[in-house]
């Protein structure tokens, strides 16, 4: 009858220890749940800023300034169910092609004109405080006035 005890003592051991480890896991795979979210990592973040941020400068010649408004483009047409990662446009440039100058979050939906590439441009951009990522570029006239 002995043996029988212990062996009932032991059994329980085993039991509790099973379910203390899978409580321990449950518990790991729920906080783990937590900080899986979608926000992007710093790497990421820094990849899609490049795109955007290699054209900023003073003195930027049109057909960089074309390029960038390609990129933006193709970059909203990517993302154009991710609101966060829409990128708007300001142009304020007087030395311009003739038609409408792109405004808002350009997609490919709507033609517009673009700069003239013989011009020069000042290009900046704004990120967004909250995920770190580029939400807003403001092409302007150079102020060199070549």
């Given at each position: 009858m002995e043996n029988a005890s212990k062996a009932l003592i032991i059994a329980g051991a085993i039991?509790?220890?099973?379910?203390?480890?899978?409580?321990g896991i449950m518990?790991?795979?729920?906080a783990a749940g937590v900080v899986n979210?979608?926000?992007?990592?710093e790497v990421e973040t820094t990849s899609f800023n490049s795109r955007i941020s290699q054209y900023e400068g003073t003195n930027?010649?049109?057909?960089?300034?074309?390029?960038l408004l390609n990129q933006i483009q193709q970059n909203n047409v990517t993302y154009q169910d991710d609101t966060s990662?829409?990128?708007?446009?300001?142009?304020s440039a007087s030395k311009?092609?003739?038609g409408n100058k792109p405004t808002g979050a350009i997609d490919g939906s709507t033609a517009y004109?673009?700069?003239?590439?013989g011009a020069t441009y000042d290009v900046s951009y704004t990120t967004n405080t909250k995920t770190g990522l580029i939400d807003k570029v403001t092409?302007?006239?150079?102020g060199s006035g070549s």
């Open positions: 039991l509790l220890a099973i379910l203390i480890i899978s409580l518990i790991y795979q729920q979210t979608d926000a992007m990592s930027v010649r049109g057909a960089q300034v074309n390029a990662k829409q990128i708007s446009v300001t142009v311009w092609q003739t004109a673009k700069a003239n590439t092409i302007a006239d150079s």
